[in-house]
């Protein structure tokens, strides 16, 4: 006879696996790996950049590679893109500054494009119900690029608040990357020559990247207001089927 032996909790491993993989637990540590971002952002103050100026033993191309990494990352923690467009200038002049901006906010966008799409897709893509939320993630998934392109061109929607939409919805990351390159190139430009021109504040050049800030910011609320009603209207045209 043979005896027979007990039976090991093999399934309690699984299901722990399970548990710890699940969708709600990584939204869970996306939540926490941000407000751990954010509170950093809060403890080293990178601000101080504008008026303390760049470390001077980081110089030349080294000093342009380490601020954009620094940008990607401190707009991932919500940092305001505009501080640091101004702190490019100011810092690097107007060609590296914007060199090193637009790297870095094409870096920033892939790291949360990436956060949102492994960590809190899975969990937040069901909760999109509603009409305008529906319409909205249509819009974003069906034209990608063009969608972006108008969300970098006209910054009526904050840009934290962009990628993590764009990674919820099934916009690829290849369009994604192009549009936000390509759309955050005006506006970027303008931020970095006023903050390389703050010395001299009625100088030509500076007035007009200001302008220019100014017609942006009032053009990208006026298309947000039309594209939200527009959104809001999409469903309801649509006939409804039944099951």
Not at 193 to 205: D, H, K
């Given at each position: 006879?043979?005896?027979?032996?007990?039976?090991?909790?093999?399934?309690?491993?699984?299901?722990?696996?399970?548990?710890?993989?699940?969708?709600?637990?990584?939204?869970?540590?996306?939540v926490?790996?941000?407000?751990?971002?954010?509170?950093?952002?809060?403890?080293?103050?990178?601000?101080q950049?504008?008026?303390?100026?760049?470390?001077?033993?980081?110089?030349?191309?080294?000093?342009?590679?380490?601020?954009?990494?620094?940008?990607?990352?401190?707009?991932?923690?919500?940092?305001?893109?505009?501080?640091?467009?101004?702190?490019?200038?100011?810092?690097?002049?107007?060609?590296?500054?914007?060199?090193?901006?637009?790297?870095?906010?094409?870096?920033?966008?892939?790291?949360?494009?990436?956060?949102?799409?492994?960590?809190?897709?899975?969990a937040?893509?069901?909760?999109?119900?509603?009409?305008?939320?529906?319409?909205?993630?249509?819009?974003?998934?069906?034209?990608?690029?063009?969608?972006?392109?108008?969300?970098?061109?006209?910054?009526?929607?904050?840009?934290w608040?962009?990628?993590?939409?764009?990674?919820?919805?099934?916009?690829?990351?290849?369009?994604?990357?192009?549009?936000?390159?390509?759309?955050?190139?005006?506006?970027?430009?303008?931020?970095?020559?006023?903050g390389?021109?703050?010395?001299?504040?009625?100088?030509?050049?500076?007035?007009?990247?200001?302008?220019?800030?100014?017609?942006?910011?009032?053009?990208?609320?006026?298309?947000?207001?039309?594209?939200?009603?527009?959104?809001?209207?999409?469903?309801?045209?649509?006939?409804?089927?039944?099951?």
């Amino acid at each position: 006879m043979f005896e027979t032996v007990p039976a090991r909790p093999a399934g309690f491993a699984a299901r722990c696996g399970q548990a710890l993989l699940s969708p709600w637990s990584r939204l869970s540590l996306l939540v926490l790996l941000l407000a751990a971002g954010a509170t950093c952002v809060l403890l080293f103050e990178p601000q101080q950049l504008i008026t303390q100026g760049w470390p001077p033993q980081v110089n030349g191309a080294a000093a342009v590679v380490l601020f954009a990494v620094a940008y990607g990352v401190c707009t991932v923690a919500f940092v305001p893109r505009p501080l640091l467009n101004l702190a490019a200038g100011a810092l690097f002049g107007s060609q590296l500054g914007l060199l090193g901006a637009i790297g870095g906010t094409v870096l920033g966008a892939g790291l949360a494009f990436l956060l949102g799409r492994l960590l809190g897709q899975d969990a937040l893509r069901p909760l999109v119900r509603g009409r305008w939320l529906k319409a909205a993630d249509g819009q974003l998934s069906e034209h990608a690029f063009r969608s972006m392109l108008a969300a970098r061109l006209f910054p009526g929607v904050p840009f934290w608040a962009a990628n993590y939409c764009a990674s919820i919805s099934k916009m690829s990351i290849v369009p994604f990357l192009l549009a936000t390159a390509l759309g955050s190139i005006p506006n970027t430009a303008a931020y970095v020559v006023a903050g390389a021109r703050a010395s001299t504040p009625t100088s030509p050049i500076f007035l007009i990247a200001m302008g220019f800030i100014v017609v942006t910011g009032c053009a990208g609320a006026v298309v947000a207001w039309c594209k939200r009603h527009q959104l809001r209207k999409q469903p309801s045209d649509r006939p409804e089927q039944s099951d």
